[in-house]
C-alpha cells in the first residue's frame, strides 16, 4: 500500500469538474484508490462520493493506493493532485 496527504490548494476545493477528471483518472488503474478526509472516505473512482466528502480549499486529504499497480499509480495520482488540486 502506498499513501500520501495532500493539502487541497484549488479555491473552490474538489468541486464536479476536478471531481470527475479525478475518477476518469483513478479508472486507469487496477488498484483500489481511496481518499481519506476527517473520518469520510470515497473510492476515487466514484464521482458522486468524492463531492459527498465535501472537500474544501485548505483541507488535507489523505489517499490511500492498493494493487497490482500501486506504484505506477502513486506517482500518476500524486501527480494528478498537484497539476489540478
Sequence with gaps: MKTFSYEIKDAIGIHARPAGLLA???KKYESKIVLKK???SA???KLMAIMGMGVKCGNVVDV?????DE???YEDIKAFFEANL
Design 71 to 73: 506504484e505506477k499509480a
Design 43 to 45: 473510492e476515487a473512482t
Design 24 to 26: 476518469k483518472e483513478a
Design 38 to 40: 476527517e473520518g469520510k
Design 64 to 68: 490511500e493506493i492498493e494493487g497490482a
